[in-house]
């Protein structure tokens, strides 16, 4: 029986040190796709054609543009990666309440990219982020609990959390709830 436990402590452990390796690892490619503006995304001959398109948009307090912006930064599509201007440039979109950006913030403390690496902030901003229904931030929040990263150990907000991102698809919640089950985390 205690064989039994250890082996699924270690799964657990597995399983969920690989859920926040893949969430802190990148930011979600999601995030770049276009807004609503009248230029449609088939236009766009290059990233670079879209950062000029999308930078006009940005300087005129777009935040979905700013975030847009603030992503292509980030991973170097279309300008040179620089996670300084990529944080300044989520940090005005962020300003306005957007919860993608918010999320960026995050993923940027995760990994430290930008700035000096901090769970603890970067938990402050999925929670942001999370809080106005981004399923992404909502999943991540959920595994920093689970794990206590940047917070204390709460298996009943991972839980809370998971089942919130679940509730919006987000296919990785389904592992972390089956595995907290499957583990005997003390859940209700």
């Known amino acids: 029986m205690k064989n039994k436990k250890m082996f699924r ?6 399983v969920t ?13 999601a995030r770049e796709e276009t807004s609503n503006h009248p230029v449609e995304s ?9 950062f000029e398109s999308r930078i006009k948009h940005a300087m005129q307090r777009d935040a979905k543009a700013q975030r847009d912006i603030g992503v292509m930064y980030c991973n170097g599509h279309g300008v040179e ?3 300084e201007k990529a944080l300044e440039w989520f940090l005005k979109a962020a300003e306005q309440g ?12 995760c990994n430290g990219h930008g700035v000096e690496q901090d769970y603890e902030k970067a938990l402050e ?3 942001k982020a999370a809080e106005q ?16 990263i940047g917070t204390e150990k709460n298996d009943a907000k991972a839980m809370e959390w998971s089942l919130k991102a679940d509730k919006q698809g987000v296919c990785l919640s389904y592992t972390a709830i089956g595995t907290m089950y499957w583990s005997g985390t003390d859940v209700k």
């Open 42 to 50: 088939s236009v766009f001959q290059t990233k670079a054609d879209k």
């Open 125 to 127: 901003w999925f929670l």
């Open 98 to 109: 957007d919860a993608g950006a918010q999320n960026g913030i995050g993923v940027m403390y």
């Open 133 to 148: 229904g981004d399923p992404e931030a909502q999943r991540k929040v959920s595994i920093m609990f689970l794990l206590g």
């Open 81 to 83: 990666r620089d996670y």
């Open 9 to 14: 402590t270690l799964i657990f452990s597995i």
């Open 17 to 29: 040190f690989m859920a926040v390796n893949f969430s802190c690892g990148y930011i979600d490619s």
